[in-house]
């Protein structure tokens, strides 16, 4: 226990974008702790020489010709949207300074 | 006290492929919103990206005329922040193994030349755009641009000054045209531009708090954000305050950069390698190849132009700084051996007139033929001076060659001595009173009737032949009066 | 089971009674269409269905297809594969009502031979589980027993193909999600090798270990839609420029002398006594078929799990970032306008997510967020992709020692519904057999081998090298034609379904 407390849950959350409060947090701090600790085994493994693996095949430099294809329609793009302003997707206002 | 400013500059440049970075959809501005957008560069869910060769051979070839040394392995990776332009919140960016590091680039100051370091060069894909309503909590997003190839160039913090700073800018501009990569076009926003500053005592060995500037429209603005942030943080240091570590906002409408917010909490952004795209080998051949087909860059240029057309530095400077200017210089030159006089009107009418308009040299019809053809016609004394440059304005106005201009609105000049005189007669005909000035010695007298005299030709006369003219008639009335009296 | 029913038959079967134009198209989908109203409102297999869209996409598709290797053959989807102009949520409420505007290169190949695409089978949300009670919209059950879970998080698609309410299934494996299903439901589930079948339209739960395979009646009929699906694409950058065998004709070739290892780290604590036996008995007849079974080491298979956790949380909080409610599916009903706060988008976000996603998906989010954030990269995403590599080279050694490796798919057959809901450690566990092909990128095949005294399928995985599923296929043809447990069905009476109410 004790890898994750609940401050630290919180930090996460906000980075995720996720709200988490009161029993809820309570609860997945404990189980992230969990499973974190239970993650801690790793660390037993010396792994100083080794290359870590992002990809499993050894494919280098798939590239596509610059040849321009058909985009969707712009009704295409505004009907998926919840809100829309055509021709415009619409979300709260973004405030540009955070100060 | 006196500081040193130490800056450095963040360039983002559009890479006009035909399709954008991870997609195939159009890379064109203007285009209606949300109309140039496909599942992938909209991030919907389920699809992948794949990487536009052109936009990574022309990386390279940036990053080689910047002198840099190109990665023998290059990757992506995610650069992670929620913002609403940002169609998967991820951005598909480079880390720890960008195309390219450790390039130059040369700027003449005032006389001598500096080498500008360049930290790093990567490849990234744009976001979308943001529009706010002024009258509703809203704003609107375009996606248009989400997924254009971006290059981002990061400088060394070597400019020491906001006039370096502007130099580098012109300077990197003029090479990324001359690569045909990217129009760089702010006002399109095709060139995008942060900065970073901070001040130091010129006995200092580290430096000082950095200060980002984001938001920085035009070069002009650059400059302009920079002598106000200078300004501010020196204010600060002689109060004895300390500068925050921050991102600051210039706002132009107010000339004053404002706080954004502070580098404590930054943003994390998790960087990760992205595990939909393989890495990229970028094999020695292929950046030999690149490497010899690179065009004349800008510096080179300015040096043959120099010895070739025997162009002054200031001269060839201005010629060079842009790649169509320069090309509209060398083919007219070509065409009727006088660059000097082929200097003399690109860079005296031809950008006056462009910046009197604010337009773009693309922005106007125009071939190397018309120009050497409105010299010529000035050389075989069909034009003269100011005729020319009348003709010139409207070949400029109308995007046709200077001969149909002349022959339509009979610019000629009037050549028939005996027209000539009639003009001069009439107009001492009708100004007795300037005459008689004149016959007392009031010099601009004749002036005067030089002027009336050109009126009347329409401007058609040749202004020193009908000075001549007109002195020699009134010399000699003058002195048939005086002959008269005295008798 | 109605026996009479066309629903009950293979691919393969149906091909050659279509072909031979003994039975029409119309006369299966019917059949299928009825088996599935009868059941899914117990089993939960499908989201949704709707027979009128059915009806009318096989009739496009008679009427513009030539004979393709599944003309006029249904074939299930999970409710992750996009299909266009179809309703997909990956069992999510955040995705509710969105209708993707593309079709995954899978199901466009499906088309081209002449499919009968139905779409929105049931499973874990975004695929977080190995019980499909993750489902946002009620889970599914296990035909074999209504109160057990039908594993996950292809759940759904299993659950389908093993009560005759889908011909065959496509599903998406990200630790085990087709093979651990597969098993729970005694059907065949293939994971094919990372690269091997294109992940465009695959909506993404973890990029580097997620392969889309099928889940099938017979071994056969995996071998049929392998060959379909299967292949470069150029649409996925990660989707391999490899050669595609012919599955089908190679299945009979020999096995004899071909190697079984049998890794002894699979055999140790937690595996319960009936699945040691039945894979003891499995051992006993790959000896009598003629292949030479012998023990060998994948020495780092105890760190596989913490290593899974880390690299597919990570990933998933990445690929899960774009559900935010800006451009599809849920937005928080909240109004914003009203509050005109400075943080209106930034509440948006948090709402919409909050409310959108189940909360295994925000345990996972969260957890990937945290193991890549400022601080902790090192510690925990950098050395769980170095313990990949370890991982990886057990196997890449392992390949010079044998042709596939035998293992079991699950360590105990299907568990209660609501078991392990509570301790998302121990589901996490469950997965401990099937999460190393993944991490190490290799096939894996999960086939029936025999049942529990209470008569719950129990199920054995073979893995092979990169590339090489025809091997396995082949292999797993010998043993399917040496048993009879895939010819077994559930038995789904009206009164045990009463029972279970």
Redesign the interface.
Known sequence: MGV?NTE??K???A??????EGQALEQ?AA??D???G??Q???K?P?DN????????A????????????????D???T????R?P????????????? | MEYESVIGLEVHVQLQTKSKLFCGCLVNFGAAPNSQTCPVCLGLPGVLPVFNRQAFEWGIRVALALDATVGRVMKFDRKQYFYPDLPKNYQISQYDQPLARRGALTIDGEGNSKRIGIHRIHLEEDAGKLLHSTDEPVSFVDFNRAGVPLLEIVSEPDLRSTEEAYQYLVELKAVLQYLEVSNCNMEEGSLRCDTNVSLRRPTDISLGAKVEIKNLNSFRAVKQALEHEIKRQALLLDQGSAIALETRLWDAKRQRTESMRSKEDAADYRYFPEPDLVPFVIDSNVVEQIQAALPELPAQRRQRFQSVYQLSAYDAHVLTQERTLAELFERTACLCQKPKAVANWIMGDLLAYLNAKNLALDAVTLRPEWLAQLIGLVDDGTLSGTMAKEVWGKVLERGIEPAVIVREGSLQQIVDVGLLEHLADSVIREYPKSVEDYSKGKANALMYLVGQGMKRSQGKANPQQMTQLLKRKLDELRERITGRVTE | MSVDSLAALTIHELHSLISAGKIQPQQLLEDLLERIEYHNGRLHAYLSVDPDRLHRQLEDQLRTRKAGRLAGIPITLKDNLCVSAEEITCASRILRGFRCPYDATVVQRLREEGAVIIPRANMDEFAFGSSTENSAFGGTRNPWALDRVPGGSSGGSACAVSADMAIAALGSDTGGSIRQPACCCGVVGLKPTYGRVSRYGLVAFASSLDQIGPITKDVTDAAILLGVIAGHDARDSTCAPVEVPDYVSTLQWPVKKLRIGIPKEYFVEGIDTEVKAALDEAVRTFERLGLVCESISLPHTPYAIATYYLIATAEASSNLARYDGVQYGYRSATNLRQESSSNGLLEMHRRTRTEGFGSEVKRRILLGTYVLSQGYYEAYYLKGMKVRTLIKQDFDAAWSRCDVILTPTAPTPAFRIGEKLENPLQMYLSDVYTISANLAGIPGLSMPCGFSREGLPLGMQLLAAPFKEQKLLQIAYAYEQATDWHRRKPTLSRQQIAQSK
């Open positions: 994750v630290t849950v930090h996460v959350a980075l995720a974008r996720l709200h988490l997945i189980q992230l969990q499973i974190l239970y993650v085994l790793l660390q493994l792994t080794v290359a870590p693996t992002s990809h499993v095949l494919l280098t430099n798939v590239l596509r010709e610059d040849t321009p294809a058909a985009s969707l329609s712009q295409t793009v505004l998926l949207a919840p809100e302003h021709p415009f997707v619409t979300v709260p206002k973004v405030i540009e300074t955070s100060s």
